[in-house]
């Protein structure tokens, strides 16, 4: 039983570490200009956005994921684990309307409510 609630915190954990990682690192990138124009500019200001802690903390986040996904894989089969993961959208997508006020449609939402119904039967078959 303890090793059940431990693979469904590591898999939460995928789910919000993910979440976070890729959040945190548009909401950074919509704060900056857009990059320049030529390529050795744009590469230098791709490769100083590695040392911005938002990014690097939203890259910590994927690898803590890959981590705890790695734990989740261990105590759960892949068929029973994978459709979990597909949460990521509906979390990701309610997110960013509220925190990156990106829109919401009614489209979107009828995709978030099909998503969940299908990680609900997929978990139970």
Request: net charge positive; no cysteine.
């Amino acid at each position: 039983m303890r090793s059940n609630f431990v693979g469904f915190g590591l898999l939460g954990s995928v789910i919000l570490l993910t979440v976070y990682g890729q959040l945190s690192v548009k909401w950074r990138l919509n704060q900056l200009p857009p990059l320049p124009s030529d390529g050795r500019s744009q590469l230098l200001r791709l490769l100083s956005l590695l040392l911005d802690p938002v990014i690097l903390s939203g890259l910590l986040a994927a690898f803590l994921a890959s981590i705890a996904w790695m734990g989740t894989l261990k105590r759960f089969d892949f068929g029973f684990a994978y459709p979990f993961v597909s949460l990521n959208f509906p979390f990701a997508i309610l997110l960013s309307a509220w925190l990156l006020h990106e829109s919401l449609s009614v489209q979107r939402l009828v995709g978030v409510v099909v998503i969940m119904a299908g990680t609900i039967i997929a978990a139970r078959g």
